[in-house]
């Protein structure tokens, strides 16, 4: 309400924001602007989104990353996605068993503690207050801990249908690395510019002889008339919710579908 004034919203835009005293001219430009243009609505439904680097909350526009960060410099370090709801995260404990089981793999040492990530993950759930939260956790040996929190849509209870390109050759199950989350992204942030110039909503990357492997986003299983099937874990990431759905229909065959039967 008006009578509620200018300040109360700066604070709160503050507060849930996690920003730092020094953005507080920016914020106050920014609500003025909203406020002459959408009006108190769109401050209320405005989207959260959080950002802490090494214990401390940082403007999302602002750089925080040192020059020799491994994450910066080559792409050397691990990242995890996940879901939260009014603070709590979904399949946390898969998701850091994952995290460091790469780290193990691929011999990253140095990197943040489970303890220490933890934490961060509670004050950055605390700062974006409840909800429905894309929950973005980066790792360095530097060592960095970058979390970050966006607000986002609560899942339909109906999933809705999307449209595909198909990658032939894109899918290398000799690649090692594939298997682990790594911030070198490049394979995938490539199927997802080929997908958007189609118009389609994601890729599915196939191996040379057009078998199934997984999307740039998620795991794929494919329904034949005899089973359920999807790729094993061999140049694709073990995804969490391939691990769920695996839990659900309990005679899924880790085989790859071949192109006649996708």
Not at 36 to 47: D, I, Q
Not at 115 to 127: F, G, M, N, Q
Not at 170 to 179: G, N
């Amino acid at each position: 309400r008006r009578a509620t004034g200018r300040r109360h919203y700066r604070k709160r835009l503050l507060e849930i924001q996690g920003r730092p005293p020094a953005c507080r001219r920016c914020w106050e430009t920014r609500l003025e602007s909203a406020r002459g243009v959408h009006g108190l609505a769109f401050l209320m439904n405005s989207p959260v989104k959080v950002v802490r680097v090494n214990g401390r909350a940082v403007d999302p526009d602002t750089p925080a990353l040192r020059l020799d960060d491994p994450l910066a410099r080559a792409g050397d370090g691990l990242i995890e996605t996940m879901r939260a709801r009014n603070h709590r995260v979904f399949r946390l404990d898969q998701h850091l068993e994952r995290l460091h089981g790469s780290a193990r793999a691929l011999s990253m040492s140095g990197l943040p503690g489970d303890d220490r990530i933890r934490a961060e993950l509670d004050a950055i759930l605390a700062a974006a207050g409840p909800g429905d939260l894309q929950i973005r956790l980066a790792v360095s040996s530097a060592p960095t801990l970058w979390v970050e929190a966006q607000s986002t849509e609560p899942l339909p209870v109906e999933p809705r249908a999307l449209t595909a390109i198909t990658m032939p050759g894109s899918w290398r199950p000799e690649l090692f690395t594939a298997q682990h989350k790594t911030s070198s992204r490049a394979l995938w942030s490539w199927a997802e510019r080929r997908a958007r110039e189609t118009g389609a909503d994601t890729a599915l990357l196939l191996d040379e002889q057009g078998r199934m492997g997984e999307a740039t986003t998620a795991s794929v299983f494919v329904r034949t008339p005899r089973a359920v099937l999807t790729a094993p874990v061999r140049g694709l990431l073990r995804g969490v919710g391939r691990g769920v759905m695996m839990e659900l229909v309990p005679d899924v065959v880790e085989r790859a579908a071949t192109r006649e039967e996708w």
